[in-house]
């Protein structure tokens, strides 16, 4: 049965493409797909955070400036997500901040933010540095090579002459295959004993009846250590190799623009005449009876079990097509979530105790959006079933505060 006092669910949408055009114009209070996160000139500080499964840093996915009514602050919801593989579906892959601050403080654009920018005499200190080790490295090989010039002059001024210098170097050998071996009392010369390379190899034979011989085959070394294969995870495209100087990936920026969910369902002119021509077949008692039993309520949707026995999933993807292109439901009621699988509460508030309740929720349609930038995989796509953002009902809030991490609800696709 529909509920009479609904509600107003906010949908959102994608918009065009932020350009350097509108650069200037996109701060904390604006709705967008990916880019950069935009805080407020007292939370500039702020870094996005890191993924409690892997360690990657996570990238924004969604910006929506959520202010409350009665209310003296603002109010921005950032929403984080991990791009690695090993992640998806879990709920500590995606991460919720919300940041909040007064009225009377100034808003920051891209334009008033400030630049920093290394001095240039870090880079030359840098290679000054670089050249000073090269040339002591440089020093330290010379004089190892005077070294050995040195002997050399040292040898030739023992008084040999170039004839027995010449028979000395005739007797040695170096390809003694004993000439590091210790010598033994037969061959004072020197050298151990050498194996004959065609010497047969060691074997043993076992003798009794055939029918108590038991072959035993010599096991084959596996190539491959199974147990390392079981523990293997999928191969992560976007770790970085080097932790200090990490790829600076971000989703493509794209504005969001709001509507209100219409839920009003258009009757075509087609489906009336079907609806005349079923009610002329029936006997006029019962057409009567049927047409004032008809529930007119636009959201009364079909009771019987679909085919595949997925009820909730039935009613979220009907929801969803009421309102094609929709990315993000937004309502701060828990009535207003569209879920996959149950839920048995929303929770407190892990900052004040107090009750949280459901205000945005990710839908799957977003899943096409976010596109890397720059595009290092074009068959990147994330994987989630749809995302539920509970907050703090009292939104608490206290001057000393940077930020609130909200609680995330991942629920996976149903198969």
Request: proline content about 6%; glycine content about 6%.
């Amino acid at each position: 049965m529909a509920c009479k006092n609904r509600a107003r669910v906010y949908l959102g949408y994608e918009d065009e493409f932020v350009t350097e055009k509108h650069r200037s114009l996109v701060n904390f209070a604006t709705n967008k797909i990916g880019g950069k996160p935009d805080f407020p000139i007292n939370e500039n500080s702020l870094s996005s955070p890191a993924c409690r499964l892997c360690g990657l840093n996570q990238l924004l996915a969604l910006q929506l400036y959520a202010p409350l009514e009665s209310s003296r602050y603002h109010r921005t919801l950032y929403i984080f997500t991990c791009i690695n593989p090993n992640c998806w579906n879990q709920h500590d892959s995606w991460t919720c901040l919300r940041v909040q601050f007064l009225e009377e403080k100034s808003i920051m654009t891209t334009e008033t933010a400030p630049v920093s920018t290394p001095p240039t005499t870090s880079w030359l200190s840098g290679a000054d540095d670089w050249g000073d080790e090269g040339n002591d490295n440089s020093s330290e090989q010379n004089g190892n090579n005077m070294n050995d010039s040195t002997k050399l002059s040292l040898l030739m001024n023992t008084g040999d002459t170039d004839e027995e210098l010449t028979e000395d170097l005739s007797n040695m050998r170096v390809d003694d295959p004993n000439a590091n071996s210790p010598a033994s009392v037969e061959s004072p010369v020197g050298g151990g004993a050498v194996g004959r390379l065609d010497s047969p190899q060691a074997s043993a034979e076992i003798e009794g009846e055939e029918s108590e011989v038991v072959c035993i085959d010599t096991p084959t070394q596996p190539q491959c250590n199974l147990v390392d294969l079981l523990q293997e995870v999928t191969h992560n495209p976007f770790q970085h190799h080097d932790p200090n100087a990490p790829v600076n990936l971000t989703f493509t920026e794209v504005f969001m623009w709001v509507e209100e969910e219409d839920l009003s369902v258009e009757v075509s002119q087609h489906e009336r005449d079907l609806a005349r021509e079923y009610q002329m077949h029936l006997p006029e008692s019962a057409g009567a009876e049927e047409v004032r039993g008809m529930d007119t309520n636009p959201e009364a949707y079909e009771k019987s079990i679909p085919k595949h026995g997925d009820e909730m999933f039935h009613h979220f993807k009907c929801r969803i097509q009421k309102n094609p292109g929709q990315l993000i439901r937004y309502c701060r009621d828990n009535s207003s979530a569209l879920l996959l699988t149950p839920l048995s509460s929303s929770g407190f508030c892990r900052h004040c105790g107090g009750e949280r309740i459901f205000e945005v929720q990710v839908l799957p349609t977003i899943i096409p959006k976010l596109k890397l930038s720059p595009s290092i995989d074009r068959n990147f796509q994330l994987e989630f079933g749809t995302v539920l953002v509970f907050t703090c009902s009292r939104s608490c809030w206290s001057p000393s505060d940077a930020f609130k991490e909200e609680h995330v609800v991942v629920q996976a696709e149903r198969l």
